[in-house]
């Protein structure tokens, strides 16, 4: 492999590991208020890109008022879906929310599929013009875009857990839920931010990869697998973990292109998560809330 | 009453053809039987082992293709294929579950959740045996000897009474000190090490089971129809059994019973809406969870016992 | 049956949950393991039967080396036992629960007692007739087809202790099994641990409740961080010094 090809697979390899990361991102702020795996999480990104696309194609309106509104717009789904449903189960154990948020997925994509039809929606990068050189290899404007406001919105993420005081309140409730609530903490509260934070990143993942990937009603469950994968590989429940384990899988559906049919790509991330939980199921990375998440049921 | 659930079954079984005549609504029940053994095999893995599963539709996709190429390739009769169609998804239900089955809730949900992706990709892209997308055809129909169930009709009786034989073998299987492992185990493994069960053989055993049942139902499928691709073969399709089986009732197995019938009718009833039929099952499964876990069979259970509660309260002075 | 605990050690990361522990169960004899919260009994009950391998050290049934070996195949070699927090299947009735303790001994495997063959019609009714007199035994008979989710916690010990009985145990290890029960039912569940040396079984008491053990057990082992202090008569142990500054001293004043 020449140096080229490996930049080529390199950049690449961050752009798709950024929208996992994003989404493992999205998990791991659901699952830390709540212990549950949030099936709907792929959802958030399809609508993300789905919603870009109308915004801007049929209502013609500008790409940072399309953005900011498809953002706005499922962070308030997600606060929906807590507010309608996950807050609402009574007697019911972790599995039963989890199969509510499968219900919430087959609603969501069906509904999409009705409004928008089944053929993949598309808009234009972010920035017109020629793809740039770097080393012999052709690298998309918006690959640049996707690692760049990707990596905004996580650099943003860890600013606002260890410094606002809300951000604060969060990850003491994902330590320790009860002696959260005893020191006054309304822990409802940081769950219902906890989804509609999970639903912004989620969408902002969709807006920024639609553009290379397209976006139809029914990629969302592909989606949240590789996330999950992602948060797998980097061991549930830290954002960090996410984040690399975000980049690590990229960077093997990348590699795995050089030496596999194109149709075995989204078979690559789930055989490198069924691995990974074989040989160590608390992540390559170690996260502290494996016992947990495994045994939760 | 309960005496005569059995009785009423079977009759129900022999005249509902005789009532339902048109070949579209016995096409239906044939879709509900295989649904129903599909159900049943999650239920006793899911409801009853406590080992989720979003996989059961690689299984039925592997029965399917299993019978489907032994008898358009091989010439193999197709009752012979749909016995290898049974076999081959348990056999390998049963290696891959040894490893993947010491995880539990979610990381088992995505595993199998992602082996049956796999499995949809090798139907695509195995093309030289499976088809590929155009997928496998001309499909002979299930013949014992010379007789063929080429109608309707004789494929209802064939698939409904494999559904019911499933579904008595499974209510009694449950009430068997292996049906008690079982149940042990689901709640508490460490109840069931500490007094000899070798859970993890017991949980791969039970997997293989549904694997079984699933395959020999995708089997009875592709005789059905005639033709089979990818398409059938989806996670939708996992997620949909999985998501009408917690709404029948996970804990019963009359909770298979209603979760396919709802599976398998609510479509025809609701096909007015067509493609926004999915809207109404998604809203049904987030309502009727939200009130009650135990889907449509503990909502039952517990107005039986309201009324129940009700009617004792009147005679306080008899106790 | 006969149990040696060679210097038997448990690490969690740099601590020793127990340490250097070695003591002996004589075969038909009641002995107990007592010591202060956190001293580590229920550790050392997980690496007799099976539920955590030591780091250092073996357990030996009858000479032979068991440790190592997994839970399941351990209660297989005839330990039975019961769990500081219980744990029963809610979803079955009481006798379905305490018939599940006899599932090595329930013949035919799943086809057989699908079909009723290979013995499994005979062994069922076996296995049915001796789940009842363990309900007599411990006292549950009335309470046969309640399903147990409803029991309280006495009765849910009661009921783990017929399930382990059940699985005929030669040793049968019972964890904290009188706490949580009323003194009657304390005084029962006494009797009923003292007759079963009588029916061929060892046991072995975890127990705070010191009372309790004093009357029961011919030999008492004393932990202490992990630790063994003395083990000893029960004479013996309430007049040793070091237990009574470690444990005995310290729970009563």
């Known amino acids: 492999m020449d140096s080229a090809q490996l930049v080529q697979f390199a950049i690449s390899g961050?752009?798709?590991?950024?929208?996992?990361?994003?989404?493992?991102?999205?998990?791991?702020?659901?699952?830390?208020?709540?212990?549950?795996?949030?099936f709907a999480q792929g959802e958030f990104v399809m609508l993300g890109g789905v919603l870009a696309c109308i915004a801007i194609g049929e209502w013609h309106w500008p790409l940072w008022l399309a953005i900011i509104a498809t953002v706005a717009a499922v962070g308030a789904l997600g606060a929906l879906i807590d507010f309608g449903a996950v807050s609402r189960v009574r007697n019911g154990s972790v599995m039963t929310i989890v199969m509510i948020t499968l219900g919430v997925s087959v609603v969501l994509k069906t509904a999409t599929l009705l409004w928008v039809g089944p053929n993949p929606l598309y808009f234009d990068p972010f920035?017109?013009?020629?793809?740039?050189?770097?080393?012999?290899?052709?690298?998309?404007?918006?690959?640049?875009?996707?690692?760049?406001?990707?990596?905004?919105?996580?650099?943003?993420?860890?600013?606002?857990?260890?410094?606002?005081?809300?951000?604060?309140?969060?990850?003491?409730?994902?330590?320790?839920?009860?002696?959260?609530?005893?020191?006054?903490?309304?822990?409802?509260?940081?769950?219902?931010?906890?989804?509609i934070l999970s639903g912004a990143l989620g969408a902002l993942a969709g807006v920024l990869i639609t553009p290379l990937t397209n976006a139809t009603y029914d990629q969302g469950f592909t989606l949240a697998l590789k996330g999950f994968a992602a948060s797998a590989l980097g061991g549930f429940g830290r954002s960090s973990s996410a984040i690399v384990g975000g980049l690590a899988l990229g960077l093997i559906e990348a590699a795995s292109v050089a030496v596999l049919p194109s149709g075995w790509k989204d078979s690559v991330a789930l055989i490198v998560l069924i691995l990974v939980l074989m040989i160590k199921p608390s992540g390559l990375l170690g996260g502290r809330a494996e016992r947990r998440h495994t045994q939760a049921m | 009453m309960r005496r005569l659930?059995?009785?009423?079954?079977?009759?129900?079984?022999?005249?509902?053809?005789?009532?339902?005549?048109?070949?579209?609504?016995?096409?239906?029940?044939?879709?509900?039987?295989?649904?129903?053994?599909?159900?049943?095999?999650?239920?006793?893995?899911?409801?009853?082992?406590?080992?989720?599963?979003?996989?059961?539709?690689?299984?039925?996709?592997?029965?399917?293709?299993?019978?489907?190429?032994?008898?358009?390739?091989?010439?193999?009769?197709?009752?012979?294929?749909?016995?290898?169609?049974?076999?081959?998804?348990?056999?390998?239900?049963?290696?891959?579950?040894?490893?993947?089955?010491?995880?539990?809730?979610y990381y088992l949900a995505m595993v199998t959740a992602g082996l049956g992706l796999i499995v949809h990709t090798v139907f695509v892209e195995w093309e030289s045996m499976t088809g590929g997308y155009s997928g496998v055809a001309n499909i002979p129909p299930l013949s014992i000897g010379s007789f063929a169930f080429d109608t309707p009709r004789a494929i209802y009786y064939f698939a409904s009474g494999c559904a019911i034989l499933v579904f008595v073998l499974a209510y009694r299987m449950i009430a068997t000190s292996y049906g008690r492992a079982m149940r042990t185990t689901r709640e508490s493994e460490t109840a069931a090490r500490s007094v000899g069960i070798d859970v993890s053989r017991l949980k791969a055993e039970v997997f293989a089971l549904s694997a079984a049942l699933s395959g020999f139902s995708g089997a009875l499928y592709a005789h059905y129809v005639g033709y089979i691709s990818p398409d059938t073969f989806t996670i939708d399709a996992s997620i949909n059994l999985l998501l009408a089986l917690v709404v029948g009732g996970i804990n019963s197995l009359w909770g298979a019973a209603v979760g396919a019938i709802l599976l398998t009718f609510l479509p025809e009833w609701l096909h007015q809406l067509q493609n926004a039929y999915g809207i109404v099952f998604g809203a049904i499964v987030i309502v009727l969870l939200t009130i009650e876990p135990g889907g449509l069979i503990g909502l039952a259970q517990r107005l039986i016992e309201g009324v129940r509660a009700r009617r004792a309260r009147p005679q306080p002075g008899a106790a | 049956?006969?149990?040696?605990?060679?210097?038997?050690?448990?690490?969690?990361?740099?601590?020793?949950?127990?340490?250097?522990?070695?003591?002996?169960?004589?075969?038909?004899?009641?002995?107990?393991?007592?010591?202060?919260?956190?001293?580590?009994?229920?550790?050392?009950?997980?690496?007799?039967?099976?539920f955590r391998a030591p780091s250092q050290g073996e357990v030996r049934l009858d000479g032979e080396k068991v440790s190592g070996l997994p839970a399941e195949r351990i209660a297989r070699r005839g330990i039975g036992r019961?769990?500081?927090?219980?744990?029963?299947?809610?979803?079955?009735?009481?006798?379905?629960?305490?018939?599940?303790?006899?599932?090595?001994?329930?013949?035919?495997?799943?086809?057989?007692?699908?079909?009723?063959?290979?013995?499994?019609?005979?062994?069922?009714?076996?296995?049915?007739?001796?789940?009842?007199?363990?309900?007599?035994?411990?006292?549950?008979?009335?309470?046969?087809?309640?399903?147990?989710?409803v029991l309280p916690l006495g009765k849910v010990r009661l009921l783990e202790i017929?399930?382990?009985?059940?699985?005929?145990?030669?040793?049968?290890?019972?964890?904290?099994?009188?706490?949580?029960?009323?003194?009657?039912?304390?005084?029962?569940?006494?009797?009923?641990?003292?007759q079963l040396p009588g029916r061929g079984v060892t046991v072995l008491l975890i127990e705070h409740n010191v009372r309790f053990v004093m009357q029961l057990a011919e030999t008492i082992a004393v932990l202490d961080h992990g630790q063994l202090l003395s083990v000893g008569t029960p004479e013996a142990i309430r007049n040793d010094e070091r237990v009574i500054t470690a444990y005995l001293g310290r729970r009563q004043g």
């Not at chain 2, 159900?39 to 996989?55: H, K, M, P, R």
């Not at chain 3, 522990?21 to 229920?42: D, L």
């Not at chain 3, 017929?162 to 009797?191: I, K």
């Open chain 2, 5 to 105: 659930i059995i009785p009423f079954v079977l009759l129900a079984w022999l005249v509902l053809p005789l009532v339902f005549t048109t070949d579209s609504t016995l096409g239906l029940m044939v879709f509900a039987a295989i649904n129903l053994i599909q159900a049943i095999g999650l239920s006793l893995l899911f409801g009853f082992a406590g080992q989720i599963s979003l996989g059961q539709a690689g299984f039925f996709g592997i029965g399917a293709y299993v019978s489907a190429i032994a008898a358009t390739r091989l010439g193999v009769p197709p009752l012979l294929g749909m016995v290898a169609a049974t076999i081959v998804p348990a056999i390998l239900a049963y290696l891959v579950g040894r490893p993947i089955l010491r995880l539990k809730g």
């Open chain 1, 14 to 38: 961050l752009t798709v590991g950024a929208i996992y990361a994003l989404v493992g991102l999205g998990f791991n702020l659901i699952f830390n208020a709540t212990d549950v795996i949030n």
């Open chain 3, 162 to 194: 017929a399930r382990a009985l059940a699985s005929r145990p030669s040793l049968l290890l019972l964890d904290e099994a009188a706490s949580g029960l009323n003194a009657r039912e304390v005084g029962n569940l006494a009797e009923l641990v003292r």
């Open chain 1, 127 to 195: 920035t017109a013009g020629p793809p740039l050189r770097v080393f012999g290899a052709v690298v998309q404007l918006q690959a640049l875009w996707v690692i760049g406001i990707g990596g905004l919105a996580m650099a943003g993420l860890g600013i606002f857990f260890s410094r606002s005081a809300l951000g604060r309140e969060m990850l003491a409730c994902a330590i320790d839920r009860e002696a959260a609530s005893l020191m006054g903490i309304d822990v409802r509260k940081m769950v219902r931010i906890s989804f």
């Open chain 3, 1 to 50: 049956m006969k149990l040696s605990v060679d210097k038997v050690g448990v690490r969690f990361g740099g601590l020793w949950a127990n340490r250097d522990v070695t003591f002996g169960v004589r075969e038909g004899s009641i002995s107990a393991v007592i010591g202060p919260n956190g001293a580590g009994k229920t550790t050392l009950f997980n690496v007799i039967s099976g």
């Open chain 3, 82 to 149: 019961t769990f500081q927090i219980p744990e029963i299947c809610h979803d079955l009735s009481v006798i379905e629960n305490v018939l599940v303790g006899a599932y090595q001994h329930i013949k035919g495997g799943l086809l057989g007692q699908l079909t009723g063959l290979g013995g499994a019609i005979a062994s069922e009714r076996e296995a049915r007739r001796r789940a009842e007199e363990e309900l007599e035994r411990t006292g549950l008979a009335d309470l046969r087809d309640q399903s147990a989710k």
